[in-house]
Protein backbone atom coordinates (compact mmCIF):
# COMPACT_ATOMS: atom_id res chain seq x y z
CA UNK A 1 0.00 0.00 0.00
CA UNK A 2 3.11 2.01 1.31
CA UNK A 3 4.67 1.73 -2.47
CA UNK A 4 1.10 2.27 -4.26
CA UNK A 5 0.48 5.65 -2.58
CA UNK A 6 4.32 6.68 -3.04
CA UNK A 7 3.80 5.88 -7.17
CA UNK A 8 0.22 7.72 -6.87
CA UNK A 9 1.84 10.97 -5.28
CA UNK A 10 4.50 11.05 -7.92
CA UNK A 11 2.18 9.93 -10.42
CA UNK A 12 0.03 13.45 -8.90
CA UNK A 13 3.45 15.36 -8.70
CA UNK A 14 3.67 15.13 -12.20
CA UNK A 15 0.38 15.32 -13.63
CA UNK A 16 0.24 18.83 -11.33
CA UNK A 17 3.22 19.78 -13.02
CA UNK A 18 2.12 19.49 -16.39
CA UNK A 19 -1.49 21.42 -15.58
CA UNK A 20 1.22 24.31 -14.09
CA UNK A 21 3.31 24.39 -16.82
CA UNK A 22 0.37 24.00 -19.85
CA UNK A 23 -2.34 25.56 -18.00
CA UNK A 24 -4.67 22.52 -19.83
CA UNK A 25 -8.01 21.56 -18.15
CA UNK A 26 -7.69 19.31 -15.44
CA UNK A 27 -10.12 16.92 -16.65
CA UNK A 28 -7.89 16.55 -19.77
CA UNK A 29 -4.52 16.44 -17.48
CA UNK A 30 -6.33 13.90 -15.56
CA UNK A 31 -7.51 11.48 -18.75
CA UNK A 32 -4.15 12.00 -20.26
CA UNK A 33 -1.28 11.09 -17.53
CA UNK A 34 -3.65 9.48 -14.91
CA UNK A 35 -6.54 7.54 -15.96
CA UNK A 36 -4.73 6.26 -19.14
CA UNK A 37 -1.53 5.46 -17.17
CA UNK A 38 -0.54 2.15 -16.66
CA UNK A 39 -0.50 2.28 -12.75
CA UNK A 40 -3.53 0.23 -10.75
CA UNK A 41 -6.82 0.74 -9.95
CA UNK A 42 -6.17 1.90 -6.49
CA UNK A 43 -2.60 4.07 -7.42
CA UNK A 44 -4.75 5.97 -10.48
CA UNK A 45 -7.28 6.54 -7.95
CA UNK A 46 -5.84 8.54 -5.54
CA UNK A 47 -3.54 10.10 -7.56
CA UNK A 48 -6.33 12.11 -8.90
CA UNK A 49 -7.66 12.60 -5.54
CA UNK A 50 -4.73 14.04 -4.64
CA UNK A 51 -4.56 16.05 -8.02
CA UNK A 52 -8.42 17.12 -7.89
CA UNK A 53 -8.25 18.74 -4.49
CA UNK A 54 -4.47 19.76 -4.44
CA UNK A 55 -5.42 22.01 -7.62
CA UNK A 56 -9.39 23.05 -6.36
CA UNK A 57 -8.05 24.41 -3.06
CA UNK A 58 -4.69 25.83 -4.27
CA UNK A 59 -5.17 29.12 -3.24
CA UNK A 60 -5.62 28.22 0.24
CA UNK A 61 -2.83 25.74 -0.09
CA UNK A 62 -0.87 28.82 -1.18
CA UNK A 63 -1.37 31.30 1.71
CA UNK A 64 -0.23 28.43 4.49
CA UNK A 65 2.73 28.27 2.56
CA UNK A 66 3.43 31.78 1.61
CA UNK A 67 2.67 32.33 5.97
CA UNK A 68 5.35 29.75 6.41
CA UNK A 69 7.84 30.85 4.08
CA UNK A 70 8.94 33.72 5.89
CA UNK A 71 11.77 36.13 4.09
CA UNK A 72 11.19 33.98 0.49
CA UNK A 73 9.02 34.84 -2.30
CA UNK A 74 6.50 32.93 -3.20
CA UNK A 75 7.45 32.95 -7.33
CA UNK A 76 11.02 32.64 -6.30
CA UNK A 77 10.49 29.09 -4.62
CA UNK A 78 10.78 26.17 -7.36
CA UNK A 79 7.87 25.31 -9.02
CA UNK A 80 8.25 21.60 -7.63
CA UNK A 81 8.86 22.41 -4.51
CA UNK A 82 5.66 24.22 -4.49
CA UNK A 83 4.01 21.49 -6.17
CA UNK A 84 5.42 18.59 -3.30
CA UNK A 85 4.25 21.18 -0.75
CA UNK A 86 0.82 21.84 -1.74
CA UNK A 87 0.30 18.16 -2.28
CA UNK A 88 1.48 17.48 1.81
CA UNK A 89 -0.81 20.61 2.79
CA UNK A 90 -3.51 18.73 0.93
CA UNK A 91 -3.09 15.86 2.68
CA UNK A 92 -2.85 17.32 6.02
CA UNK A 93 -6.16 18.93 5.63
CA UNK A 94 -8.25 17.05 3.01
CA UNK A 95 -7.01 13.60 3.55
CA UNK A 96 -7.98 12.53 7.50
CA UNK A 97 -6.94 8.40 7.19
CA UNK A 98 -3.00 10.03 6.27
CA UNK A 99 -1.11 10.99 9.52
CA UNK A 100 0.93 14.34 8.80
CA UNK A 101 4.15 12.82 9.57
CA UNK A 102 3.83 10.50 6.95
CA UNK A 103 2.80 13.01 4.35
CA UNK A 104 5.59 14.85 5.43
CA UNK A 105 8.03 11.86 5.05
CA UNK A 106 6.57 11.15 1.52
CA UNK A 107 6.92 15.16 0.39
CA UNK A 108 10.62 14.66 1.64
CA UNK A 109 11.38 11.38 -0.26
CA UNK A 110 9.34 12.48 -3.46
CA UNK A 111 11.68 16.36 -3.25
CA UNK A 112 14.70 14.71 -2.73
CA UNK A 113 13.73 12.62 -6.16
CA UNK A 114 12.54 15.10 -8.38
CA UNK A 115 13.93 18.44 -6.76
CA UNK A 116 17.42 20.41 -6.25
CA UNK A 117 19.82 18.80 -3.53
CA UNK A 118 18.69 21.00 -0.48
CA UNK A 119 14.68 21.04 -1.22
CA UNK A 120 14.23 18.64 1.00
CA UNK A 121 15.38 21.02 4.00
CA UNK A 122 13.76 23.66 2.84
CA UNK A 123 9.99 21.77 2.59
CA UNK A 124 10.74 19.88 5.69
CA UNK A 125 11.01 23.12 7.24
CA UNK A 126 8.21 25.02 5.86
CA UNK A 127 5.80 21.70 6.27
CA UNK A 128 6.80 21.57 10.08
CA UNK A 129 5.47 25.19 10.26
CA UNK A 130 2.38 24.68 8.62
CA UNK A 131 1.37 21.67 10.38
CA UNK A 132 2.44 23.61 13.68
CA UNK A 133 -0.32 26.28 12.78
CA UNK A 134 -2.90 23.86 11.32
CA UNK A 135 -2.88 21.62 14.84
CA UNK A 136 -2.33 24.78 17.07
CA UNK A 137 -5.54 26.70 15.36
CA UNK A 138 -7.18 22.98 15.47
CA UNK A 139 -8.19 22.93 11.59
CA UNK A 140 -6.59 19.21 11.54
CA UNK A 141 -9.00 16.59 11.98
CA UNK A 142 -7.40 12.84 11.32
CA UNK A 143 -9.70 9.62 12.18
CA UNK A 144 -8.47 6.24 12.86
CA UNK A 145 -5.91 4.50 14.55
CA UNK A 146 -2.94 6.73 15.59
CA UNK A 147 -4.46 9.84 14.20
CA UNK A 148 -6.33 11.05 16.86
Partial sequence: ?????????????RAFYAHELSGNELDDVVDEMIKNGDHDEMTRTFAERLLRASVLNKQKLEELITK?????DFSRIAILDKLVMRI???????FEDIPPKVSIDEAIEI???Y??????LFINGILDGILNYLM????????????G
Avoid at 88 to 94: D, L, N, S, W
Fill in 1 to 13: MLNNRRQARELAL
Fill in 115 to 120: STEKSN
Fill in 136 to 147: NKDLIKKTGRGL
Fill in 88 to 94: CVCEFIY
Fill in 111 to 113: SKK
Fill in 68 to 72: QAHNW
